[in-house]
Nanobody
Framework: QVQLVESGGGLVEAGGSLSLSCTASQSTDSGTIVSFSAMAWYRQAPGRQRELVARIPASGAAYYVDSVQGRFTISRDNARNTVYLQMNSLKAEDTAVYYC??????????WGQGTLVTVSS
């Protein structure tokens, strides 16, 4: 069983910064540890569909949606199964619930419970 636990959301003024983190914890009867080929952050604003914000593979370049390019940075600590999202120069339109995602090499997806980021203008 895999659980993703997020932290770091909150209220910030426009132009400010926030950092999100997400750690995957695992408990398996067989002792097998799941490896994640990619970890990502999605967000869902009120009345809108969930969208991919940033994605980072186990190795290689990260991907960012155009609207956050240059302002957000995704990183991961493979040893700790943790993914981070550093968000700078926040805008009101970044307000959303942010969800952590972890994908295995077999394309099984796991999701966090979501953390609310509110940017006041």
């Amino acid at each position: 069983q895999v659980q993703l636990v997020e932290s770091g959301g909150g209220l910030v003024e426009a132009g400010g910064s926030l950092s999100l983190s997400c750690t995957a914890s695992q408990s398996t009867d067989s002792g097998t540890i799941v490896s994640f080929s990619a970890m990502a952050w999605y967000r869902q604003a009120p009345g809108r569909q969930r969208e991919l914000v940033a994605r980072i593979p186990a190795s290689g370049a990260a991907y960012y949606v155009d609207s956050v390019q240059g302002r957000f940075t995704i990183s991961r600590d493979n040893a700790r199964n943790t993914v981070y999202l550093q968000m700078n120069s926040l805008k009101a339109e970044d307000t959303a619930v942010y969800y952590c995602n972890a994908q295995t090499i077999l394309a099984t997806n796991y999701w966090g419970q979501g953390t609310l980021v509110t940017v006041s203008s």
